[in-house]
């Protein structure tokens, strides 16, 4: 089964923690992407990956932080800096058409 | 920044009538795409429109772009309450690999 997959499906993060949300891919796509989307709202990009071991800061970057040590897993970070981390996750990878092929999400909340 | 406004917000018809929903965005772009999302779901992509087309096609859906007016319409023809859904646009920016999105039209199609 070809695809993005992200786990959790639900998180919960306690004040002063970090959590790390997973997503991989075996689509062999180079580019990687991280989006936020709040209630009724659009997505915000927060990171994104055009290559391993590189990755840029998106429109909504601070608080977080990802890595992307292997081609297939973009893994992301809600840091303790991130005072709102309530949101729906969402991570997506690009064809070469320019595409984009998203993971079902994962749902934050606070403690 | 979200580059992509859709309008209207919320959308309601009767199954069988058309829906029309529109995007404006604001810079140049390579592309535009219309993505769909089931609540609590990921996006899956609809169609994709290079800047250099007009009008294009796929089953039940058509999608004109207007690059002097820097607009876009996704028509949705015979719908069914299976296309009760979010339905976004996105905008890749003539520079850069990101897409930004829109805040979405929310269509319910009743019985």
């Known amino acids: 089964d070809g695809g993005i997959t992200q786990s959790p499906k639900y998180l919960f993060r306690k004040e002063g923690q970090n959590v790390t949300l997973s997503c991989e891919q075996n689509?062999?796509?180079?580019?990687m992407y991280w989006y936020r989307q709040d209630p009724g709202q659009g997505l915000r990009l927060i990171y994104y990956s055009q290559i391993v071991n590189d990755f840029q800061k998106g429109d909504i970057a601070e608080g977080y932080s990802v890595s992307r040590e292997k081609k297939e897993s973009f893994p992301l970070t809600v840091t303790s800096a991130q005072k709102n981390p309530t949101a729906f996750y969402l991570c997506?990878?690009?064809?070469?058409?320019?595409?984009?092929?998203f993971g079902s999400g994962t749902q934050l909340s606070v403690l | 920044s979200q580059q992509g406004e859709e309008d209207p917000q919320a959308l309601s018809i009767q199954e069988g009538e058309n829906a029309t929903m529109n995007c404006s965005y604001k810079?140049?772009?390579?592309?535009l795409q219309w993505y769909r999302q089931n609540s609590g779901r990921g996006l899956v992509h609809l169609i994709l429109i290079r800047s250099n087309e007009r009008e294009k096609h796929s089953g039940r859906l058509r999608v004109t772009l207007d690059t002097s007016k820097k607009s876009s319409s996704l028509l949705i023809t015979a719908s069914r309450a299976a296309d009760t859904a979010s339905y976004f646009c996105a905008t890749e920016g003539a520079n850069d690999y990101k897409l930004s999105f829109g805040a979405g039209t929310t269509v319910t199609v009743r019985a």
């Open positions: 810079t140049s772009i390579n592309n």
């Open positions: 689509l062999n796509h180079d580019a």
């Open positions: 997506a990878s690009r064809s070469r058409p320019g595409i984009l092929f």
